[in-house]
Nanobody, 122 residues
Framework: QVQLVESGGGLVQPGGSLRLSCVVSGFPSGFTFTSYGLGWYRQAPGKERDLVAEISANGASTNYADSVKGRFTISRDNGDDTVYLQMNSLNAEATAVYFC???????????WGRGTQVTVSS
């Protein structure tokens, strides 16, 4: 099956920046990295897992949660089969486990990573 592995989380001070990475592998026969739309989600303790940002399979379209617009940027590198989340001007609201998700084009078939912890604290 498709596997996703996140990295780049850690402890950062308020106002600081982090870049998360998610490497995707294990594509079924006939599919490639560009067959999948990609997204970043986050889940704080005791709360639901919510969409942070997503990018279409061809990279032409992006969508962001209102709370991160102007501060976070999602991008994809098709040469490295990697999706990134650049996070700037971080605040305590950003403290959560961040998960990467891949969705096969024109389907609702989702694949998830195990998550990476981001903690914003002084």
């Amino acid at each position: 099956q498709v596997q996703l592995v996140e990295s780049g989380g850690g402890l950062v001070q308020p106002g600081g920046s982090l870049r998360l990475s998610c490497v995707v592998s294990g594509f079924p026969s006939g599919f490639t990295f560009t067959s999948y739309g990609l997204g970043w989600y986050r889940q704080a303790p005791g709360k639901e897992r919510d969409l942070v940002a997503e990018i279409s399979a061809n990279g032409a379209s992006t969508n962001y949660a209102d709370s991160v617009k102007g501060r976070f940027t999602i991008s994809r590198d098709n040469g490295d089969d990697t999706v990134y989340l650049q996070m700037n001007s971080l605040n305590a609201e950003a403290t959560a486990v961040y998960f990467c998700r891949a969705r096969l084009m024109f389907t609702s078939r989702d694949y998830w990573g195990r998550g990476t912890q981001v903690t914003v604290s002084s």
